[in-house]
């Protein structure tokens, strides 16, 4: 009787627990990932779920930014590469990449939280990373001087705010360049008069986001087409993906992947 | 036993040599098919523009040198000082702290210089100069902690062995410890000294972390030490990740190409720089 019970509830205990990790079920290697710094976060929840379970796989994440990303998969010196943007066509042609996208994130504009704004217009957007506005005066604020942060020239998060909220109006060659979103992050919260672009989900309580023309950078406004400095998060392989990153993919993608992808302020997708 | 020993340093030696020599002729050989294009004349000018196909690297140049020159003027300022206290000092207890502190500073890894100055001297720093959090100046105090114990440690070296062999002397001869510091050891080491400076200046012209993380790396031309500007090293780094076949990959090589040359230039220098033999 007692032998009966314990099957059973051992039987319950699977069922209940069959998960999303079940795809790697028999597989095990080495996976390298490197490349865009804004997936490194919500992947590394991803693979401590993959590793813990199944302890014959490794999974290293790296970042470098997207176009490091992209250039590593092309020479096969990586796995998988994690893209803040679609390569172009010249990058998918000389790599032999396939696309697999998996979330959308925001881009927004990232002050240092003592400062007292809230909102700009594209208009002064472009003018303060053109260099044209170079005081917080002008806007209507103290005497103090902007410091310009941006990204290096290789990062998805500086093209696609270059592309959607600046509309392609030039960054000034007197902006500090970072070379990560955590840089940022850190470079922003550690002076009161910075400027700086970042990504929404690497985006916390040490830096204030700003609304663009009013609009609010949420996962909301962005699903809704309001808020439209956004990027689709891309994992890419170079050929066809090995069975174990093919594995890695359908898991972001799933259910279990769905929820670690929102937690960490990105809208999953699944095409 | 002994035979075996020299036999092996040689071929060490042979092989360290031969790897430098490989080293920058492949350098020189990635960067033969630039100074064949009619583009070249474009990598020496001081604008940086991708989109505009601009590729100056004189701006970077620029930086490298402003930061290592500020770096070691303020390094061997510091190295200089703590090396007298060092030997003019009687207090066994300072002097044991000093090495040990300018030996420590030798094994910190660059990447906590820099890490540990974008939270503490970095804030500090914006306090007084609200511009100025990544600049020359920032990047330069953090890289002079770094080539410190560079100098430190050769200036150490020659001052030791003076004393070693004429202290003994001087003191005979009612010199007093301060005098025979400034008027002998000083005078002696000054070869030393030099080559101190010199070696400390290629590890600061090398560095990238440092540079990376504190100079702000902006494009636009410096026009003081509070402004952000780029390295050679820290161009690299940032670049790396654009396309192969691209203009502004092949400007690594170039980078790569004057970083070594300034090197190599440095270190002739220092070999040249013959030693004296001591007089009063």
């Known amino acids: 009787m007692k032998k009966l019970l314990l099957t059973l509830i051992t039987l319950s205990l699977t069922f209940l627990n069959a998960s999303d990790l079940k795809v790697f079920e028999n597989l095990k290697g080495t996976l390298n990932i490197a490349g865009g710094t804004a997936h490194i976060k919500c992947e590394k929840e991803a693979i401590k779920n993959i590793m813990r379970k199944y302890p014959d796989i490794t999974i290293s994440i790296a970042g470098g930014g997207s176009g490091i990303g992209i250039k590593q998969v092309s020479s096969k010196i990586i796995d998988l590469a994690n893209s803040g943007r679609k390569p172009t066509q010249k990058e998918i042609e000389n790599g032999d990449l396939k696309l697999f996208r998996f979330a959308i994130d925001g881009i927004g504009v990232i002050v240092n939280p003592k400062l007292n704004i809230d909102s700009l217009t594209t208009k002064q957007l472009q003018d303060i990373f053109s260099g044209k506005i170079t005081n917080f005066k002008e806007l209507g604020l103290s005497n103090a001087p902007i410091n310009l942060y941006t990204r290096d020239e290789s990062s998805a998060t500086r093209k696609v705010f270059w592309k959607r909220a600046l509309k392609k109006s030039p960054i000034s060659n007197k902006a500090r360049v970072v070379s990560s979103n955590a ?9 009161e008069n910075a400027i700086g672009i970042i990504s929404l989900g690497v985006a916390n309580d040490s830096v204030k986001l700003l609304n663009i023309n009013g609009v609010k950078p949420t996962v909301e406004n962005i699903n809704n087409d309001s808020y439209n400095v956004a990027r689709g998060l891309y ?20 259910n279990e992947g769905a929820k670690i992808v929102s937690k960490y302020g990105f809208i999953p997708i699944n095409e | 036993m002994n035979n075996i ?27 033969i098919d630039l100074f064949s294009l009619d583009e070249l004349k474009s990598f020496f000018s001081f604008t940086w523009s991708v989109q505009d196909n601009k590729y100056g690297i004189l701006t970077f140049l620029f930086g490298s040198f402003i930061i290592s020159f500020l770096a070691l003027i303020l390094g061997f300022v510091f190295s200089f000082s703590i090396c007298s206290i060092i030997f003019l000092t009687n207090s066994s207890l300072i002097k044991f702290f000093l090495e040990k502190t300018v030996l420590m500073m ?38 002079s902690l770094l080539i410190i114990p560079t100098m430190s440690l050769i200036f150490l070296n020659i001052f030791n062995s003076l004393s070693k062999k004429y202290m003994k002397c001087c003191m005979n001869l009612s010199i007093s410890k301060e005098e025979f510091f400034f008027k002998f050891v000083i005078k002696n080491s000054i070869t030393q000294l030099s080559q101190g400076v010199l070696l400390a200046t290629t590890r600061a012209l090398g560095d990238t972390m440092i540079v990376l993380m504190l100079a702000g790396n902006a494009l636009a031309f410096p026009t003081s030490i509070f402004d952000s500007t780029r390295s050679l090293t820290s161009h ?7 396309d192969f076949e691209s203009m502004a990959f092949k400007a690594i090589f170039l980078c790569a190409f004057l970083l070594l040359s300034s090197n190599f230039i440095l270190i002739l220098i220092i070999r040249k720089i013959k030693g004296k033999t001591y007089e009063v």
């Open chain 2, 236 to 242: 690299i780094a940032l670049i790396f990740a654009n």
């Open chain 2, 5 to 31: 020993f020299s036999k092996g340093l040689l071929i060490i030696t042979l092989i360290s040599s031969f790897l430098v020599f490989c080293i920058f002729f492949i350098i020189f050989y990635l960067c």
């Open chain 2, 106 to 143: 030798a094994t910190i890894p660059t990447v906590i210089y820099a890490f540990s100055a974008l939270f503490i001297f970095v804030p500090f720093i914006s306090y007084f100069k609200p511009s100025s959090t990544l600049s020359i100046i920032v990047a330069s105090v953090v890289l």
């Open chain 1, 183 to 191: 840089a940022m992050k850190t470079a922003i919260s550690k002076d």
């Open chain 1, 235 to 254: 994992l890419l392989s170079s050929g066809e993906p090995s069975k174990l990153a093919s594995a890695y993919i359908s898991y972001l993608r799933s």
